[in-house]
Each structure stands twice: as C-alpha cells, then as structure tokens.
C-alpha cells in the first residue's frame, strides 16, 4: 500500500466550505496516521494541472453542498482521468436533488415523507396565503420546510403553525429557488453509513441523533450540543431495518464506495428515509465516523481502503 498517494479536496464556495475544510483536514489526518501520502487541496484554477501531473492519485473529495455533492466535482474528476472515491455524476445528481431522490427512493418500495415540492416563483404568481392554506391542508402540521438541494440544515425550519410557514419559505428560499415542504414524521432519528469495500454495500451500525430542539447547522458541528446513541437505542429487529433500507437506498440511487441514510424509526417501528448524502461530513461530530467505530473499524485503515479500493477499480476500468 506504500505506492498509494491521495488527493483530498476540501473546502470549495457552497456555504458549507467551513464544515467541508473540517472533514478535509480531519481525513487527512487519518490517512498520514496509516502512512499513506497526502496532498490537501481546495478548489481552485490550480486543481486540474496538479492532478495532471500525478494521474495515478487517488482523489478523495469531502466538499459538501453545491459543486461538491451535486455531481460537478465527479465530472471533473472524469475530464482530469483521476481515479476517485465516492459515486458517479449521474448517482451524485439524483440523491443531491431531494426530490428526484424521494421519487427514486419510492419507485424502490422505501417510504419518505408526504411532501410538496414548489418554486419561490409559484407563490408570487399563484397567491402565498392560499398556496399556503393548501399545503397545510394537504400534509397538517407540524412540517419542515428545506432547500430542494442542499445540505447541513442551511434553510431548514420547522413549522409548527400555519402563520409561520412563510417565514420558513423565506428562509428556504434564501438557499434555492425551490422549496421541499415535508409532513414531520415522529420518532427516533438516526443516520446509517453504508460502505462498500469490495464484497458489496453493507450499513454500519445506526447511530441515533438525540437533538434538544432543530438538528440545525450550530447543532451539528458543534461538540457537545447533540447527544449521538452508537449503536441507536431501538429494537434488534428495527436496527436490521434501518440496515435494510439504508442499502437499499445506496442501491436505488446508483451510489458508490460509501454513503449515509438519515431516517427516522417511527414508534410502529417503520423506517422512512428523510434523505441520502453521497458526501458524509468526516468532522469529528460527523455521525459517518461514530459509525465506522461502532462496527469496530479503524478510521484511517478504513478509508485508506476506500482509496485503495478506487485505484484498483481505475486500473481495471475498460
């Protein structure tokens, strides 16, 4: 594994470039602690020379939001002939759009939130009040309202009266011009990495998400403001659920190397998939790498694998 030589890409201009330089720096780490070479870049007009000069580099991108996870990167990844961690462009397009992705999501027999999917334009052409009247009719309260695209809770509100649901949209809009409204299911929240070294997808333990209040951007990469739960505390037989449906959701969307399923355990004991990232953070409250531990895994030796496992598949391409 001495040959091996790994270019992380951190960083990038979504708002998310903060938590993304975090999980660049902290995979970096890891990797030099298993003795693998490690060339730490951010996006930039020097990228693609530098990957030209070393095309035998494993690249292994932690940007996360717009560029980063919406299949952009991979696509250049694809032009520089790089092999690379992590899904392909049209694989990052479909989970990245939360919409696309609850649809694939259903057609493969998971259940996702009712929801409503509408432009910023259509509340201005069609009348707000009564889109609104409608959308609360349709799905009741309480709701969460977020971005179509996008990720670290930039945009997201709960909604817990009608009268508040503008001021939601408002927020959303500020991150995209279309807003998913999903009726809250309540339960345990939990978010299940899925890795594939090789012999397949299989999920990583659940770990359970026990936020006082929003799972907002402060909560999540802020340490010690969310109680995490490795493995969560729910039943055997709901953890092999949650198992389930995180593979199969890595699966119908096409994914690759490795992913995370965010889902909420209903009391009944159901699943349903709130969204799946195709870039887990890898910060130090990055619920990917409690994952990893639980199953009794060694971080670094477990992406050093990734990227080894990626120069492999780039050597035996047709």
């Known amino acids: 594994m001495s040959d091996l030589r790994v270019v992380v890409i951190a960083g990038g201009l979504s708002p ?13 780490d890891v990797l030099r602690r298993v003795g693998v070479e490690v060339d730490l870049r951010d996006v930039g007009a020097d990228l693609l020379p530098a990957l030209a000069e070393d095309p035998h580099a494993v690249v292994f991108p932690v940007l996360h939001g717009t560029a980063g996870e919406d299949g952009t990167i991979k696509e250049v990844l694809e032009l520089a002939g790089n092999p690379y961690v992590g ?27 009712a929801s409503v999917t509408l432009p910023k334009e259509a509340f201005h052409d069609l009348g707000a009040a009564e889109l609104t009247s409608r959308i609360v009719q349709r799905l009741g309260l309480p709701l969460f309202v977020k971005p179509r695209a996008g990720g670290s809770a930039f945009g997201v509100s709960r909604v817990d009266a009608a009268e508040r649901l503008p001021e939601a949209l408002m927020a959303c809009f500020a991150y995209h011009d279309e807003a998913l409204v999903e009726r809250l299911v309540a ?46 505390r729910i039943s055997g037989e709901a953890a092999g659920e ?36 195709v870039a887990p953070g890898m ?19 477990f992406c050093r694998d990734l990227a080894a496992l990626a120069a492999q598949r780039h050597r035996h391409r047709p």
């Open 242 to 277: 949650v198992a389930r449906v995180a593979v199969a959701a890595h699966r119908a969307l096409g994914l690759r190397d490795l992913s995370r399923t965010d889902a909420i355990v209903t009391d009944a004991g159901e699943v349903v998939v709130l969204e799946t990232n």
């Open 187 to 232: 339960g345990t929240e939990v978010a299940v990495g899925v890795a594939d070294l090789g012999d397949g997808p299989f999920a990583l333990p659940a770990v359970e998400i026990a936020a006082d209040g929003l799972y907002d951007y402060a909560a999540r990469y802020t340490p010690g403001a969310v109680e995490f739960h490795r493995p969560a």
């Open 87 to 113: 899904a392909r462009p049209e694989a990052c397009r479909a989970a990245f759009d939360k919409t696309v992705a609850k649809g694939v999501l259903a057609r493969a027999g998971l259940a996702t939130p």
């Open 16 to 28: 998310e470039r903060e938590v993304s330089q975090k999980s660049g720096a902290e995979l970096a």
């Open 283 to 301: 910060t130090l409250t990055s619920t990917y790498p409690m994952g990893v531990a639980a199953a009794g895994l060694e971080f670094g030796a």
